[in-house]
């Protein structure tokens, strides 16, 4: 892990707030990846991230992300928090901050992606795991943490990214299929919104199982309530 990733981190703490790295990169260093970014969530509203950097780029200050660089590089963090009704089919029209981890993951479009991994002295290394995402690695199975009609009628795109999630290296991938066909086809504004985002990472336990690279960040699952 980047040490300005710590940095960033421990720099949040110190002031009294939670910290995690989050998301894709959590997966990626599971499987063995170098993630190609980093992205922190955080119990701290933006304009106290702010406050605790100084020197910051309001990436997305609507929905509660902040850009902080170190060494020519940009590093996001973002509050945790709700989101509310997704009228474009990309973002939604509101957010509401809140101070659960938890709430934060669940609102991720698969599980293998709501994982965050703590930092702290206390409990370094540890793994947020409230959905099951490492078992889904595991096993190779993709899943929701929400109803996936709910997932996939927010967002078309992440449609794509289930077949593609299904697709790449593990045709055998479970995918939920219905919730896809029931939510059509993506528009062609969202086809095009973020080109090649889908292919980041491909999904193959038999190659990549995560059983095989725990020991790369000392992991620790720990299951929320």
């Known amino acids: 892990m980047p040490i300005q990733v710590e940095e960033i981190l421990g720099k ?5 707030y939670e910290a995690f790295v989050v998301g894709g990169c959590v997966r990626d260093a599971i499987l063995g990846r170098i993630p190609g970014d980093w992205d922190i969530t955080t119990s701290a509203h933006p304009e106290e991230v702010k406050q605790v950097f100084g020197h910051t780029i309001d990436t997305g200050l609507q929905h509660g992300t902040v850009t902080v660089m170190r060494d020519h590089i940009g590093y996001e963090i973002t509050t945790y928090r709700i989101d509310g009704e997704y009228e474009d089919g990309r973002h939604p029209k509101e957010v509401v901050f809140t101070a659960e981890l938890r709430e934060d993951l669940r609102r991720r479009d698969f599980t293998i992606n709501a994982l965050a991994i703590s930092l702290n002295q206390e409990n370094y290394g540890t793994l947020v795991d409230p959905f099951g ?10 899943k929701t943490p929400l109803d996936p009609i709910i997932t996939f009628s927010d967002d078309p795109l992440r449609m794509m990214r289930a077949v593609r999630f299904a697709c790449w290296g593990n045709p055998q991938t479970p995918l939920p299929e219905r919730s896809v066909k029931r939510n059509g086809k993506p528009k062609a504004s969202n086809r095009a919104a973020r080109p090649g985002d889908a292919g980041r990472t491909g999904l193959d336990p038999a190659e990549n199982g995560p059983a095989r690279h ?12």
């Not at 995402?133 to 993709?142: A, M, P, S, T, V």
């Not at 725990?214 to 309530?225: I, R, V």
């Open 12 to 16: 949040l703490r110190e002031h009294g």
């Open 133 to 142: 995402g490492l078992q889904d690695l595991e096993n190779g199975i993709l």
């Open 214 to 225: 725990k020991e790369f960040l000392g992991l620790c699952p720990e299951n929320a309530d």
